[in-house]
């Protein structure tokens, strides 16, 4: 479950991150540009490295950068990408910053993208929202005025 707010436009994607599904080819030639095709397949984890292509380029069409339909014509250069300490990847496509990374805890991949750099922020489920059903697998994830903010979900 994912949610997106802000001033200036935001987009937020979580993807199940599956190591043992295989890719398929189509969806590959759909979505990815051939150095990014080259990178998914000389990758040792060529699903997670997918991911992380496909979460940044769903947080660009959703803050309205992009089209479905024009993904494998927009190329974003993750080798060029600065690591952040907490060991997320934090790029820029035009003057949107994007935000990803793998979060084994959740099982998932996360993207953000926003006109600021979004900022991480953890924070543990309560009791009382575990116990209201509210919670999904995956916990919660928000973009909010250009602040990410996630909480882990209980297994």
């Known amino acids: 479950m994912a949610a997106a707010v802000g001033w ?12 043992g599904d295989a890719l398929d080819a189509a969806l590959l030639h759909l979505t990815l540009t051939e150095r990014e095709m080259l990178q998914v397949r000389s990758s040792p984890e060529p699903r997670a490295t997918f991911l992380r292509h496909w979460t940044l380029k769903e947080c660009l ?10 993904l ?8 060029t990408a600065h690591r952040t300490a907490e060991g997320r990847t934090w790029t820029t496509y035009r003057n949107l910053h994007l935000l990803e990374w793998c979060d084994p805890g959740l099982g998932a991949v996360i993207g953000a993208a926003g006109a600021a750099p979004p900022v991480v922020d ?3 489920v309560t009791s009382s929202q575990a116990e209201t059903g509210t919670e999904s697998r995956w916990g919660w994830t928000a973009v909010r005025a250009g602040r990410l903010v996630t909480a882990g979900g209980r297994r």
């Open 8 to 19: 200036d436009p935001v987009g937020v994607d979580v993807e199940t991150a599956r190591s």
């Open 61 to 70: 069409v959703k803050v309205g950068a992009a089209t479905l339909d024009g």
């Open 72 to 79: 494998s014509r927009l190329e974003i250069d993750l080798s």
């Open 122 to 124: 953890t924070f543990p």
